[in-house]
T-cell receptor, first 110, second 115 residues
Framework: EPEVTQTPSHQVTQMGQEVILRCVPI?????FYWYRQILGQKVEFLVS????????KSEIFDDQFSVERPDGSNFTLKIRSTKLEDSAMYFC????????FGPGTRLTVT | KQEVTQIPAALSVPEGENLVLNCSFT??????LQWFRQDPGKGLTSLLL?????REQTSGRLNASLDKSSGRSTLYIAASQPGDSATYLC??????????????FGTGTRLTIIP
């Protein structure tokens, strides 16, 4: 069964550093998403991406965040200068009718 | 703005019992609703998806119902097992001309099945 994959599974970084989280969506899906979940809190939408551009973003997705589809398979989330409050689980998803989620990347900012 | 609420926040039941988890949402103009399972520190596993035109969906011991007009969905788990212990999340997707609306999640119900 096709699945969404994410790398790395866990990333530890120092405050102020740039991180890139990687995702490989399901191959015939056209819509891609990033969500995050701070420990003990709700899963929150960050951004959706379609046809090589952002289609919607939340108020969380400020200038420190960017997304890219650098080739035909990968979908990345970059955080330019990480803050302590960026520590969370980041989930990538892709969809046709149903959204399928990857296993997540746990980001720890120290 | 869509708000999704799940009650109760936590539930413990003895093994073998049937149980119901509740989800309510404020905007009834939904495209579909999904129920997910999340194990501690892990990702989201989709359990059931109900389209807005459907009233229920079944998969094995799970049955999800949808009442769009009242803004409610329930997840019924029959003959609960210790392996069902997890957090259950519901998420709604609004109707959109673009077909790629985000999911809005509830806070989840943490379920513990007591052997």
């Amino acid at each position: 069964e096709p699945e969404v994959t994410q790398t790395p599974s866990h990333q530890v970084t120092q405050m102020g550093q740039e991180v890139i989280l990687r995702c490989v969506p399901i191959s015939n899906h056209l819509y891609f998403y990033w969500y995050r979940q701070i420990l003990g809190q709700k899963v929150e939408f960050l951004v959706s991406f379609y046809n090589n551009e952002i289609s919607e973003k939340s108020e969380i997705f400020d200038d420190q965040f960017s997304v890219e589809r650098p080739d035909g398979s990968n979908f990345t989330l970059k955080i330019r200068s990480t803050k302590l409050e960026d520590s969370a689980m980041y989930f990538c998803a892709s969809s046709g009718v149903e959204q399928y989620f990857g296993p997540g990347t746990r980001l720890t900012v120290t | 703005k869509q708000e999704v609420t799940q009650i109760p926040a936590a539930l413990s039941v003895p093994e073998g019992e049937n149980l119901v988890l509740n989800c309510s949402f404020t905007d009834s103009a939904i495209y579909n609703l999904q129920w997910f399972r999340q194990d501690p520190g892990k990702g989201l596993t989709s359990l059931l998806l109900i389209q807005s035109s459907q009233r229920e969906q079944t998969s094995g011991r799970l049955n999800a119902s949808l009442d769009k007009s009242s803004g409610r969905s329930t997840l019924y788990i029959a003959a609960s097992q210790p392996g069902d212990s997890a957090t259950y999340l519901c998420a709604v997707r609004l109707i959109s001309n673009f077909g790629n609306e985000k999911l809005t999640f509830g806070t989840g119900t943490r379920l513990t099945i007591i052997p």
